[in-house]
């Protein structure tokens, strides 16, 4: 029988996660370390991604930081090369890195913008991040995973790419509108098409490529948020940041040796109503 707790050890193995020092970034980083593998911390925020990566190598992890734009294609093929040049190889790519309009305490107002007056500038700089950054970072990497016989990519999605936001969570009586914007749910969408494509192009080629799907998580969003966002929920509470670990782990690790293509949703039961 098969050693269970060696199919997600990831002992030798390099890794690259982008918003590396976001929210759910930084978790995935710690948990792939803590699995074994040697990480790169990449991120527009340079100062952040440093830090981070400072703390995990104070914690006995082999980690670096690079300040990536995945936007650009020069600042992400930088990126895999720091990856090789520190580690020699990359084998595990996490497409985590988004422009998330957030509903946090910090973020109040801002997203006011109805569909019919919604800025052009912002719908570009969404696919910009969200759907070029994650093509040009996948393109970077498989590159380097054909000439070592294989890889994994794992892309971060959302429940808003499998249907559209319910935009009365985001209304405070006695309030200005506001709105989860377009380019959110598309740009998430787009993200499990390019998973599907990379998946099956891949065949063959020991690439596996999968999503990850998580619900909302809670980052002291304001108690009439959070309450309307759990009552959504089948579980009836949003997610905590660790709570995607384990199955970003699983999707990273041999224990999902057999998915390919495939959509893992850690979504509380947001979508099985």
């Known amino acids: 029988m098969p050693n269970l707790a060696k199919s997600f050890d990831l002992s030798g193995r390099v890794a690259v996660v982008t918003g590396g020092a976001g929210l759910l970034g930084r978790q995935f980083c710690s948990t792939l370390a803590q699995a074994g593998a040697a990480v790169l911390v990449a991120d527009l925020n340079g100062a952040a991604s440093q830090q981070l990566?400072?703390?995990?190598?104070?914690?006995?992890?082999?980690?670096?930081?690079q300040a990536t734009d995945v936007g650009e294609a020069a600042s992400v093929q930088a990126m895999a090369d720091a990856a090789v040049k520190q580690f020699g190889r990359l084998d595990i790519l996490v497409n985590s890195a988004a422009l998330d309009p957030k509903f946090d305490p910090a973020s109040q107002g801002k997203h006011s913008s109805a569909f019919e007056e919604y800025p052009l500038q912002a719908w570009q700089a969404a696919l910009r991040v969200n759907l070029t950054g994650a093509?040009?970072?996948?393109?970077?990497?498989?590159?380097l995973m054909l000439n070592q016989g294989g890889g994994v990519i794992v892309n971060i999605c959302s429940t808003y790419g499998l249907g559209g936001p319910d935009q009365r969570i985001y209304q405070k009586p006695g309030?200005?509108?506001?709105?989860?914007?377009?380019?959110?749910?598309?740009?998430?969408?787009g993200i499990l098409g390019l998973t599907k494509y990379l998946a099956t192009y891949y065949g063959g080629k020991n690439i596996r490529v999968n999503a990850l799907t998580p619900g909302g998580v809670f980052n002291a969003h304001d108690e009439?948020?959070?309450?309307?966002?759990?009552?959504?929920?089948?579980?009836?509470?949003?997610?905590?940041?660790?709570?995607?670990?384990?199955?970003?782990l699983f999707l990273a690790s041999d224990a999902s040796s057999y998915m390919t293509g495939a959509n893992l949703v850690v979504d509380g039961g947001w979508t099985a109503w």
């Open 53 to 65: 990566a400072k703390d995990l190598s104070s914690a006995g992890h082999e980690a670096v930081a």
């Open 135 to 143: 093509f040009l970072c996948s393109q970077a990497a498989v590159r």
């Open 175 to 189: 309030s200005a509108p506001q709105y989860k914007p377009v380019d959110y749910t598309v740009t998430k969408a």
């Open 224 to 248: 009439e948020f959070t309450r309307a966002y759990s009552a959504r929920t089948v579980l009836g509470r949003m997610a905590q940041p660790d709570e995607m670990n384990g199955a970003l």
